[in-house]
C-alpha cells in the first residue's frame, strides 16, 4: 500500500533565515520530504491540511522538565511516558524528563522508565530524551527548592552516596545531562568521569568562583542550568558563575523564560551576549504546569502549589508553571525576539546541543516534528515524525 502523504497549506513557514508565505510543506512517513508553492491535484493517497492564517515552526525541544498537568516524572514507571503524552498539546515534539536530587531506588526507577519510554516511543507522544538529572551533586547553599536531605554535602556524612553516583555513571545511556556544583569538593573529579562517561555536564545550583567555573568549562563543562537561577551572580569586580557563562562560548545556557524567574529584559541582554546559538529557552516545567491557579502538585515528593511560579509551602520558588508555547509567546511579546529568533531558542538550539540530527529545524528530509500557532502564539496543531496529536490545548 502506498505511503499516506500529507500537504500542509496555507501557513507562514519559519525558517532559521526567514518567515516564508505560500508555501506548502509536504509529508511523507515521518519525514518532511518536499516543500512546494502553488496548488496541485491531490492523488488517491494525499490529504491536505489548510493552515490559512497559521505559523509552522519546529516542534520545541524542553531541556528541562520535571513534570505537567499534576504529573512528576518522579512519580513511579509510568510517569515518564504520561508526561510525554501531553507534552505535544503545549507544542513540545521533544524533552528531557528531569529529575531534583533524591534516593537511589526512585531514581532507578527514573531512570528505567526514562529507557522505556525511549525504546518503546508511543505514537503521537513527544520523543523522550535522555534524562537531565539536577542531581544529588549540587552545592547545598544554592539548592533552591531540591531536597537538601539528599544533596551531597561532605560535612554531614549520614548518607552514602556511592550508590547514586554508581547509578548514574553506569546508566550514562539513559542520563543526558547532569547538573552539578564544580566547586564541591570532588566536584573537577565527578565532572571528569561524568564527561569521561559521555554525559553533557551542566553548571548550575552551584555557587562557583568565575576561576573555578572556567576551570570547570577548560575540563568539558558544556552546559548551564537556568542561568542566574540559583548560581553565584555576576558582579562587576566578581564575575562568578553568571559571569563565566556569559563570556564563554563553550557553554550553551538554559534560561527559563516564564517572564519570572528571569525579568524579560534580562533574557535580553544573556541572548545579545552570548548569541542565538548559545542559548536555550526552557521551562522548568514542574507538575503544576498546565493546572489553574491555587492547585496543588508535587515536586520530588514536596508539595508545590500554582501561582505566578510554582511554589514550596515556606513559599520558596519551586520551579515554573509555564508550557512552551507560553515560552514563545513571551519571548516574542516580551523580550524582543523575532519569530526566527524564538524558533532557535526553543527548537533549533537545544536540538543541536543535544546532537539531534534532523529535529529543530524545518527542512527536506528532516524528522516531521512540527508545530502550527495561532496568530496569538496559541497551539493549533502538533505533529510529532509525521503524527498529527489531536487534544491539542
Known amino acids: 500500500m502506498p505511503t499516506l502523504r500529507t500537504f500542509l497549506s496555507g501557513a507562514d513557514v519559519v525558517f532559521p533565515d526567514r518567515v516564508a508565505s505560500g508555501l506548502t510543506l509536504v509529508l511523507e512517513g515521518d519525514r518532511i520530504v518536499d516543500l512546494t508553492s502553488g496548488p496541485r491535484e491531490l492523488g488517491s493517497h494525499e490529504t491536505r491540511v489548510d493552515l490559512t492564517s497559521q505559523l509552522l515552526v519546529p516542534g520545541f525541544v524542553d531541556v528541562h522538565v520535571h513534570g505537567l498537568l499534576g504529573v512528576d516524572v518522579l512519580d513511579g514507571p509510568e510517569a515518564v511516558i504520561a508526561v510525554a503524552r501531553q507534552l505535544p498539546r503545549f507544542g513540545v515534539t521533544a524533552f528531557c524528563p528531569t529529575s531534583v536530587a533524591c534516593p537511589a531506588e526512585p531514581l532507578a526507577t527514573f531512570l ?36 537538601r536531605e539528599w544533596i551531597h554535602d561532605p560535612q554531614h556524612r549520614e548518607r552514602d552516596f556511592s550508590l547514586i553516583l554508581s547509578l548514574i555513571l553506569d546508566r550514562r545511556a539513559d542520563v543526558g ?10 566536584g573537577m573529579d565527578l565532572l571528569r568521569a561524568a564527561i569521561d562517561a559521555g554525559i553533557r555536564v551542566s553548571l548550575g545550583h552551584s555557587g562557583a568562583t568565575f576561576e573555578q567555573a572556567m576551570e570547570a568549562i577548560s575540563l568539558g563543562a558544556r552546559h548551564a542550568t537556568h542561568l542566574f537561577n540559583r548560581m553565584s551572580p555576576m558582579t562587576h569586580r ?6 563565566a557563562i556569559l563570556s564563554s562560548d563553550e ?3 538554559e534560561i527559563i523564560c516564564d517572564g519570572h524567574h528571569v525579568h524579560p529584559a534580562v533574557v535580553r541582554a544573556a541572548i545579545a551576549a552570548k548569541g542565538h546559538s548559545r542559548v536555550m529557552a526552557i521551562t ?23 501561582a505566578d511560579v510554582a511554589r514550596l509551602d515556606d513559599g520558596k520558588l519551586a520551579g515554573s508553571v509555564a508550557t512552551m508555547d507560553r515560552v514563545f509567546g513571551m519571548l516574542v511579546a516580551r523580550a524582543g525576539q523575532s519569530l526566527v529568533e524564538a524558533a532557535t531558542l526553543c527548537s533549533t538550539t537545544p536540538a543541536r546541543e543535544l546532537g539531534l540530527t534532523g529535529l529543530g529545524v524545518i527542512a527536506r528530509g528532516n524528522l516531521a516534528d512540527l508545530v502550527a500557532l495561532t496568530p496569538d502564539l496559541r497551539v493549533a496543531g502538533t505533529w510529532v515524525g509525521g503524527h498529527r496529536v489531536t487534544g491539542i490545548a
Open 112 to 147: 528505567d522508565a526514562v529507557r522505556a519510554a525511549r525504546v518503546l516511543a508511543e505514537p503521537g507522544a513527544a520523543r523522550v530524551l535522555p534524562a537531565h538529572l539536577e542531581s544529588n551533586f549540587i552545592n547545598p547553599g544554592f539548592a533552591g527548592a531540591q531536597p
Open 177 to 186: 545531562v547532569l547538573t552539578m556544583a564544580p566547586e564541591m569538593p570532588g
Open 238 to 243: 566578581e564575575p562568578g558563575l553568571v559571569g
Open 251 to 253: 557553554v550553551a545556557a
Open 284 to 306: 522548568d516545567g514542574t507538575a503544576g504546569a498546565g493546572l489553574p491557579v491555587g492547585a496543588c502538585a508535587r515536586l520530588g515528593g514536596q508539595t508545590i502549589t500554582v
